[in-house]
């Protein structure tokens, strides 16, 4: 069966006095568009009923609508979900809504328990019947569960958390409580901020800052914090043994304007190009990025080099992610029909293309082609990552092992395949210091191949379950 990858966004927001919040979903969740576009939805509590608005496509297609300014109701939740090859999508949408002993609960949730498929097998051993494929119906349903005999959150969570192996950022609304939790080794973000005379929980801060709310900070691992009626209580559901904050986030997922454990992604992506600079410095007219994800990376590179920056490269706004269609015939030619140098730029110049990261290889390999057709008299590739050579079990959709370019390559063999004249990536030490926090506290799980939990193979190697 697919399983959906879980590299989405997330929302809860609660007000102390009476007032529309759904608006306020709505603006967080396009907000966050770029961590899903599959699907999205919102729930929200009226004081008597929870309603759940939600549909496949893009939050101002499902959400738009006018009627959501006339929804009753102060506090509620959102999701965004991220992009998966078939399988039985609509039934996936989140949130999950289940109604239980003490009252509906909804579930939002931004990440992948890597043992999910084990404790599904275990329970429908003992008559559960599972609707979806989702961990998130798995979680959601845990927690009933456990509220039956524990019926406050932190504590069923605390038991619940000792059978999740893996990651979830989670909002759960119940009833007029909002709880933000984050998994204990921290793998996706989560944060907390002032919103009016209420909080909210936002995966990214940049949610927080559209909303015109004040960040506070990250909700830490390990830890849930309860929203109600615009109050704010904490608690500690599990010990955290470390952390394994997920690199990518900062390469590549996260908005350039969000801040994460401290660091703006912004400035860590400019510095990853700046330490770029230093480890491969190449002779050149112009540096340019990959856009959009490329750009920061980019500039940082140029700034430190002493080259020329300038935009080499446009993107077509319209055309949704490459990386994501299911055929790589697909991948390919979208990806040109996404992407096109500007001739004036690029032409008769020896030029520094710099891109966050290569998975497949796809992006490099079409771009740099058009480069040269444009003209361009040498292409020098910098990538502000690490090579990636192993599956990310947490969320991120990079399926079996030999689709990675890197993966036991040289970087003379990887620059011929793309077509380059040469090509640099970034160092683990270099991601480290541009991150501002030492390796151990991250998970650069697909890069080392090293992961902060034990994981099934059978996760890794195919990415399905059951
Ligand atoms: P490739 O084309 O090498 O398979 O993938 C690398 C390109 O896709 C880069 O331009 C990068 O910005 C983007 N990318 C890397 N990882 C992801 C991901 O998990 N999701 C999406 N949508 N794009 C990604
Ligand atoms: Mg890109």
Known sequence: ??????????????????????????????????????????????????????????????????????????????????????????????????STDVGDLALGHNGDIVNACEIMQDRQARGWAFLTSSDTELILRLLANELVDNPEVPKAMAIVAKRLRGAYSLCLQVGESIYGIRDPLGIRPLHLGHIEDGYMFASESVAIDTLGGDPIRDVEPGEVVELRKGRLTSHRFAKSKGTAHCMFEWVYFARPDSIIEGSEVYKVRQKIGRILAREHPIEADVAFGVPDSGRAH????????????????MKNRYVGRTFILPSQRTR????????????????????VMVDDSIVRGTTMRRSVKMLRRAGAEEVHVRIGVPHIIAPCPFGIDMKTRDQFLARGRTDEEISKIIGADSVGYLSLPGLEEAIGLPLERLCCGCLTEEYALDIPEGHLSDNTIC
Do not use: W
């Open 298 to 313: 980019a500039l940082g590179y140029a700034t430190e080099a002493g080259i020329e920056y300038d935009e080499g490269m």
């Open 1 to 98: 069966m697919d399983r959906p990858q879980d590299k989405c966004g997330v929302v809860g927001i609660s007000f102390g006095r009476k007032r529309s919040v759904a608006p306020f979903l709505y603006n967080a969740l396009r907000a966050l568009q770029h961590r899903g576009q599959e699907s999205c939805g919102i729930t929200v509590y009226d004081g008597k009923e929870l309603t759940l608005h939600s549909g496949m496509g893009y939050v101002h297609e499902v959400l738009g609508k006018k009627e959501l300014k006339d929804i009753e109701g102060s506090c509620g939740i959102g999701h965004t979900r991220y992009s998966t090859t078939g399988g039985s999508r609509a039934r996936n949408v989140q949130p999950f809504v289940g």
């Open 332 to 351: 390919e030619s979208d990806t040109l029909a996404k992407l096109n140098p500007i001739k004036s730029v690029v032409s008769g110049k020896k030029v």
